[in-house]
């Protein structure tokens, strides 16, 4: 499997956390192939598309080196993809992954740069009709807690919060500008997915109420970690890593031919638009036993951020495991991939370790430090602020 041989071979190149690792083998999972499937029993266009975040203080879990390596496997499979869905010249392969890659930006230069994207793509011919839509964008970002911290509820870019939401959803969206000149509009595509790996420093310098609230936290999957470990620097250029790393490539490019011919037979019947993932009996109880456990926490302290952010654990986990059923290419006939105990487990497993830590990020929203001056009284501070400003 494709998961298991990642997480061996990289966690032995370098010292980060293992749940980055694993995190990482998801994320290379998701961004290749999440775009070939549908979720059942989330909504009706749920992709299992994962969005994850990890957190620590600097210099400590190699967050970049990780960010580094999970790049470079990303750009090798999805140049797999493009030449097997389309007829694309080689010199211009680099510069379709480039753009595929999203980092930041204010709210309508991502716009603008997803739509370029798209336009970019369309220039050269898919290999069947079908496969012109099938595209994804992904977020790779090393300073995503800059990005949080220009989210917040007046932050110039608190749009951003919206279009993450949108691309993790595959919901269409509109922004319009005020100009002085016309009215301008930029619109994000219906069906437009996005998957992510990001990382930023210790995430209570960032993540505050409103990126709770507004729905953010919920969609993302935040991973504090800790590394004890100490291994010698990532370079791809060491004999050790090549060896390592090309095999996993070549997993997942097989992986892909497999996962194209399903798609082929779906999409040449012309009853669906992407495979079918169904769960098994024992899932489906597993995935309601959960969501009912999170609304019980809800129910209990409706003002713990933790627990509101938790109401999406039963989709996280279900997305994980439908990635380990696509690893092992578990489909069923005509019935499209079925998600099965033997998936949920480790999905489960993996979720509850690479989450333990957040509540202490989440329980410190709202907690800081006042000034003496703040509880001066109102009249106090307005003479102040008229006195500062005669001054000047």
């Not at 980055?20 to 992709?47: K, P």
């Not at 994962?50 to 210099?59: Q, R, Y």
């Amino acid at each position: 499997m494709f998961f298991n041989s990642y997480v061996e071979d990289i966690s032995t190149l370098m010292d980060c956390p293992r749940e980055y690792v694993e995190a990482s083998a998801y994320h290379n999972l998701s961004s290749i192939f999440s775009r070939f499937f549908h979720c059942t029993g989330i909504t009706q266009l749920t992709r299992p598309n994962v969005m994850f975040i990890m957190s620590s203080i600097p210099g400590r879990t190699r967050r970049s080196t990780l960010l580094s390596a999970d790049n470079a496997i990303y750009r090798a499979a999805y140049t797999a993809f493009l030449n097997k869905s389309r007829v694309i010249p080689c010199d211009k392969i680099e510069e379709l992954i480039a753009d595929s890659i999203l980092e930041e930006g204010s709210p309508e230069g991502v716009m603008d740069d997803i739509t370029e994207y798209r336009k970019n793509l369309m220039k050269y011919p898919p290999k069947k009709p079908y496969y012109d839509n099938i595209y994804n964008v992904d977020f790779q970002s090393s300073e995503f807690g800059d990005i949080l911290g220009s989210m917040s509820k007046d932050g110039y870019q608190r749009g951003m919060a919206r279009i993450i939401s949108k691309i993790y959803n595959g919901e269409g969206s509109k922004i319009s500008l005020s100009l002085r000149g016309p009215k301008k509009s930029r619109y994000l595509e219906r069906g437009t997915y996005g998957t992510m790996f990001a990382s930023m420093q210790t995430a209570g310098l960032y993540i505050d109420a409103y990126h709770v609230n507004q729905g953010l936290m919920r969609r993302l999957i935040l991973i504090n970690g800790k590394s004890n470990r100490h291994l010698p620097y990532w370079d791809m250029s060491r004999e050790d890593v090549k060896s390592k790393t090309e095999p996993l490539v070549e997993i997942l490019s097989k992986r892909l031919d497999t996962i194209l011919e399903e798609y082929d037979k779906i999409r040449e019947e012309g009853k669906m638009c992407s495979i079918p993932v169904y769960l098994s009996p024992k899932v489906e109880t597993l995935v309601n036993e959960l969501n009912e456990q999170r609304e019980e926490l809800v129910d209990e302290d409706p003002a713990d951020y933790n627990n509101l952010v938790r109401q999406s654990d039963g989709e996280h986990v279900q997305k994980l495991a439908t990635l380990h059923a696509i690893d092992e290419l578990n489909f069923k006939g005509k019935l499209g991939l079925m998600v099965e105990e033997k998936h949920w487990n480790p999905a489960k497993e993996f979720f509850d370790r690479a989450t333990a830590g957040n509540k202490e990020v989440y329980d410190r929203i709202g907690i800081k430090k006042v000034s003496a001056e703040s509880h001066t009284e109102p009249i106090e501070r307005i003479f102040r602020i008229i006195a500062n400003k005669v001054v000047r």
